[in-house]
């Protein structure tokens, strides 16, 4: 069955340093997402991207945060300068279209020290 | 894992028994619902979804029950078996929200053999 991938599972960084997450959406999923669980909390929306473009963000996707879809299989998240309350596990997701179920990877968790 | 320290209501129920997982929704617009599964360390599961225009939907062992009257979501697990143990997220979404998933704030499910 196809599944939605991510490295690292676990990232540590130091405050201010940039990181990037990795994703591989399953195969021919057109709609993607980034969420995140700080611990101790609910899951929350990130992001969604569609035809190479942001099509929704929340209010925590600042100016620090950015995605990208660098080739046909990848779809990353990059925080630039890292601050102690980005520490949370991140999930990415797909979906074969806007309406469809989204399917979840194993997340990455994220330690800003 | 990712929910200890949340203040997650908790289900305990005996090996065999069936289990009812409740869910209140907010967003009268949302017309998507899904139940996710969280085992530790793990991102959500997808185990079942329903429509507006439905209020009841059967998987295997599972059942969602949908009651848009009084926004309430409900999950059913037949013959509750111990990997069952998990938290159990309710997700809505709606074509006003962009697929963006808002979750509940999940429910311990504790299976005792």
């Known amino acids: 069955e196809p599944e939605v991938t991510q490295t690292p599972s676990h990232q540590v960084t130091q405050m201010g340093q940039e990181v990037i997450l990795r994703c591989v959406p399953i195969s021919n999923h057109l709609y993607f997402y980034w969420y995140r669980q700080i611990l101790g909390q609910k899951v929350e929306f990130l992001v969604s991207f569609y035809n190479n473009e942001i099509s929704e963000k929340s209010e925590i996707f600042d100016d620090q945060f950015s995605v990208e879809r660098p080739d046909g299989s990848n779809f990353t998240l990059k925080i630039r300068s890292t601050k102690l309350e980005d520490s949370a596990m991140y999930f990415c997701a797909s979906s074969a279209s806007l309406a469809d179920t989204q399917y979840f990877g194993p997340g990455t968790r994220l330690t800003v020290l | 894992g990712e929910n200890v320290g949340l203040h997650l209501p908790t289900l305990s129920v005996q090996e065999g028994d069936n289990s009812i997982i409740n869910c209140a929704y907010s967003?009268?617009?949302?017309?998507?619902f899904i139940w996710y599964k969280q085992e530790s360390g793990k991102g959500p599961q997808f185990i079942i979804d329903i429509r507006s225009n439905m209020d009841k939907r059967q998987g295997q062992r599972v059942t969602v029950l949908l009651n848009k009257t009084v926004k309430h979501l409900s999950l059913q697990i037949a013959a509750t078996q111990p990997g069952d143990s998990a938290v159990y997220f309710c997700?809505?979404?709606?074509?006003?929200?962009?697929?963006?998933?808002?979750f509940g704030g999940g429910t311990r499910l504790m299976v005792k053999p």
């Open positions: 997700a809505e979404t709606g074509e006003n929200a962009g697929n963006m998933l808002t």
């Open positions: 967003n009268s617009a949302s017309d998507y």
